[in-house]
C-alpha cells in the first residue's frame, strides 16, 4: 500500500513516521516542564534526530505553549510541526492555526474522547454530539492546513462500532492522519492489533489516510503495544525521548527504534532516524529537564551496554555479539564499557589495564594485582578506574 500524503507526498508502505511528542506529551508529566529557550534547543536535536513530526505543544492552554509552538514553527524547518487542539475547544484550532503559520509544513491534531466513560463524565456529551464536534473540528483544522490529524482519546477502550463511526466522520470532514491512543495505558499488543485491523477492514477511507499508535506505559506495555500497532497496518508512532509523558509515560522513541532497526527480520520497517544521535538527544533531555534516565533503561541508560558478570565479560571481548544485539556505537555510545566488580574475570581485568595504558603485565603481577581486585570488588560494589590505579600501584610497589 502507498499512500499520498499531504505534508510527506508518496510513502512507502514499510515507512514508519515518527511523531515525536516529548515537548507536548512529554512536557505535560510533572516536574518536566521546560521554557522556551529550552524547547527551542529540544526541537533543534529533534531535528538533527530525524523525527518526521514535532508535536511543539497545545497553543491554547497558555501564551507560553502558544509561543513556544509559533517559534518551533518559525524556526525549525525539516519536520512538520505540529500543534494540539480539542476537536470541540472554543479557541483551539485558531490558536493551533496561528501558531503554526510560519511552518514549512505545519499540522492540527484535533482530539476528543470517545469512549463511553469519557463521554459521559468527561465530556458529559452524547456520542451524536462528539460524532459532530469531530466533523466541526476536522473541517475548522482544514481551513489552516491540509495536514490535520485527528485522536480518538481513550480509544482503547472505546466500543469498536462507534470507533468506526468515529474514524469514518474524521476522514469525510478531512482528517489525513488517525490516531487511536491508548491514553490510559490499559490495552495489551493483541487488544491494540485487533483495533487497527478492525478500523482498516471496515471504515470507508481507511486506505486514503495514515494510521497513528500512541500508547502509553501504566502496565509498561507502550513499546509492544505500540510494535503489535504497526504489525496490524499503523504506519505513524507517536513517542518520546527517554519515554516521558503522563504518569507512567510514554512509548520510547529509542526503544521502538531500535527494536524496528535490530529485528528486521520480522519488523520489516525503515524509519529516518540517525540512530548514532540517540544518546546524545537522551543525554540532552536529561539535562534539561534534570531528571536522569534509569541505570538499566534500553538503549540509553548508563548500564545499557555495561557487563559486569566474569561469564559476559569474557564473551564480549571474544566477540562483542555474544551479549551485544546491537552495537553501543549505533546508538551514540563509544563503546561498551566492561564495569569491574565481584562478578568480573581475569580476561576482562586484563583488558581494562590494558586500555588504562599498563600495558602487558607478567602472569605473576597479574594473578596478585587480580586477587587483590577480587578482595576489594567484595567489599565494594563497583570498582571504579581510580581504584585500580591505587591498587596496582600498591601491587607494584610490594615487588
Ligand atoms: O494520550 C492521549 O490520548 C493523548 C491525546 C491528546 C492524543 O495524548
Ligand atoms: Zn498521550
Same mark, same amino acid.
Given at each position: 500500500?502507498?499512500?499520498?500524503?499531504?505534508?510527506f507526498?508518496?510513502?512507502?508502505?514499510d515507512r514508519v513516521i515518527i511523531f515525536d511528542t516529548t !515537548?507536548?506529551?512529554?512536557?505535560?508529566?510533572?516536574?518536566? *516542564?521546560?521554557?522556551?529557550?529550552?524547547?527551542?534547543?529540544?526541537?533543534?536535536a529533534l531535528a538533527e534526530l530525524g523525527v518526521d513530526v514535532i508535536?511543539?505543544?497545545?497553543?491554547?492552554?497558555?501564551?507560553?505553549?502558544? =509561543?513556544?509552538?509559533?517559534?518551533?514553527?518559525?524556526? $525549525?524547518?525539516a519536520p512538520v510541526?505540529?500543534?494540539?487542539?480539542?476537536?470541540?475547544?472554543?479557541?483551539? %484550532?485558531?490558536?493551533?492555526?496561528?501558531? $503554526? #503559520?510560519?511552518?514549512? #509544513?505545519?499540522?492540527?491534531?484535533? +482530539?476528543?474522547?470517545? *469512549?463511553?466513560?469519557?463521554?459521559? &463524565?468527561?465530556?458529559?456529551?452524547?456520542?451524536?454530539?462528539?460524532?459532530?464536534? $469531530?466533523?466541526?473540528?476536522?473541517?475548522?483544522?482544514?481551513? +489552516?492546513?491540509?495536514?490535520?490529524?485527528?485522536?480518538?482519546? =481513550?480509544?482503547?477502550?472505546?466500543?469498536?462500532?462507534?470507533?468506526?463511526?468515529?474514524? @469514518?466522520?474524521?476522514?469525510?470532514?478531512?482528517?489525513?492522519?488517525?490516531?487511536?491512543?491508548?491514553?490510559?495505558?490499559?490495552?495489551?499488543?493483541?487488544?491494540?492489533? #485487533?483495533?487497527?485491523? =478492525?478500523? !482498516?477492514?471496515?471504515?470507508?477511507?481507511?486506505?486514503?489516510?495514515?494510521?497513528?499508535?500512541?500508547?502509553?506505559?501504566?502496565?509498561?506495555?507502550?513499546v509492544?503495544?505500540t510494535i503489535?500497532?504497526l504489525?496490524?497496518?499503523?504506519r505513524q508512532i507517536e513517542c518520546t525521548i527517554n519515554? %516521558?509523558?503522563?504518569?507512567?509515560?510514554?512509548a520510547a522513541l529509542e526503544e521502538i527504534v531500535m527494536a524496528l532497526r535490530t529485528r528486521q527480520?520480522?519488523l520489516?520497517y525503515s524509519t529516518g532516524i540517525k540512530t548514532q544521535n540517540l544518546l546524545r538527544t537522551s #543525554?540532552m533531555l536529561?539535562? $534539561?529537564?534534570?531528571?536522569?534516565?534509569?541505570?538499566?533503561?534500553a538503549i540509553v541508560?548508563?548500564?545499557? +551496554?555495561?557487563?559486569?558478570?566474569?561469564?559476559?565479560?569474557?564473551?564480549? /571481548?571474544?566477540?562483542?555479539?555474544? &551479549?551485544?544485539?546491537m552495537?553501543?556505537e549505533s546508538v551514540g555510545?563509544?563503546?561498551?564499557?566492561?564495569?569491574?566488580?565481584?562478578?568480573?574475570?581475569?580476561?576482562? +581485568?586484563?583488558?581494562?589495564?590494558?586500555?588504562?595504558? &599498563?600495558?602487558?603485565?607478567? @602472569?605473576?603481577?597479574?594473578?596478585?594485582?587480580?586477587?587483590?581486585?577480587?578482595?576489594?570488588?567484595?567489599?565494594?560494589?563497583?570498582? &571504579?578506574?581510580?581504584? /585500580?590505579?591505587?591498587?596496582?600501584?600498591?601491587?607494584?610497589?610490594?615487588?
Amino acid at each position: 500500500m502507498t499512500i499520498d500524503h499531504p505534508s510527506f507526498g508518496r510513502i512507502d508502505n514499510d515507512r514508519v513516521i515518527i511523531f515525536d511528542t516529548t !515537548l507536548r506529551d512529554g512536557e505535560q508529566s510533572p516536574g518536566f *516542564s521546560m521554557n522556551l529557550a529550552e524547547k527551542l534547543r529540544m526541537a533543534e536535536a529533534l531535528a538533527e534526530l530525524g523525527v518526521d513530526v514535532i508535536e511543539a505543544g497545545f497553543p491554547v492552554a497558555s501564551k507560553g505553549d502558544f =509561543d513556544s509552538v509559533h517559534q518551533i514553527a518559525s524556526h $525549525i524547518r525539516a519536520p512538520v510541526i505540529c500543534a494540539l487542539a480539542r476537536s470541540g475547544g472554543r479557541n483551539d %484550532i485558531a490558536s493551533a492555526g496561528e501558531a $503554526i #503559520r510560519p511552518a514549512a #509544513r505545519g499540522r492540527i491534531h484535533n +482530539f476528543i474522547s470517545t *469512549s463511553p466513560l469519557h463521554m459521559k &463524565y468527561k465530556l458529559r456529551m452524547e456520542p451524536e454530539t462528539v460524532l459532530e464536534l $469531530i466533523t466541526a473540528g476536522n473541517q475548522a483544522a482544514r481551513q +489552516f492546513t491540509d495536514d490535520v490529524e485527528w485522536s480518538a482519546e =481513550d480509544g482503547s477502550r472505546t466500543d469498536p462500532d462507534f470507533l468506526c463511526r468515529c474514524v @469514518e466522520a474524521a476522514i469525510k470532514a478531512g482528517a489525513t492522519t488517525i490516531n487511536i491512543p491508548d491514553t490510559v495505558g490499559y490495552a495489551t499488543p493483541e487488544d491494540m492489533a #485487533r483495533i487497527f485491523a =478492525d478500523l !482498516l477492514a471496515r471504515v470507508p477511507g481507511a486506505d486514503t489516510v495514515i494510521f497513528s499508535a500512541h500508547n502509553h506505559n501504566d502496565l509498561g506495555l507502550g513499546v509492544a503495544n505500540t510494535i503489535a500497532s504497526l504489525s496490524a497496518g499503523a504506519r505513524q508512532i507517536e513517542c518520546t525521548i527517554n519515554g %516521558i509523558g503522563e504518569r507512567a509515560g510514554n512509548a520510547a522513541l529509542e526503544e521502538i527504534v531500535m527494536a524496528l532497526r535490530t529485528r528486521q527480520d520480522v519488523l520489516p520497517y525503515s524509519t529516518g532516524i540517525k540512530t548514532q544521535n540517540l544518546l546524545r538527544t537522551s #543525554r540532552m533531555l536529561a539535562t $534539561i529537564t534534570g531528571f536522569d534516565v534509569q541505570p538499566n533503561k534500553a538503549i540509553v541508560g548508563r548500564n545499557a +551496554f555495561a557487563h559486569e558478570s566474569g561469564i559476559h565479560q569474557d564473551g564480549v /571481548l571474544k566477540n562483542a555479539a555474544t &551479549y551485544e544485539i546491537m552495537t553501543p556505537e549505533s546508538v551514540g555510545w563509544t563503546r561498551s564499557s566492561l564495569v569491574l566488580g565481584k562478578h568480573s574475570g581475569r580476561a576482562a +581485568f586484563r583488558d581494562k589495564l590494558k586500555a588504562m595504558g &599498563y600495558g602487558e603485565m607478567d @602472569e605473576a603481577h597479574l594473578n596478585d594485582a587480580f586477587a587483590r581486585f577480587k578482595d576489594l570488588a567484595d567489599r565494594k560494589k563497583v570498582v &571504579y578506574d581510580e581504584d /585500580l590505579v591505587a591498587l596496582v600501584d600498591d601491587e607494584a610497589r610490594d615487588h
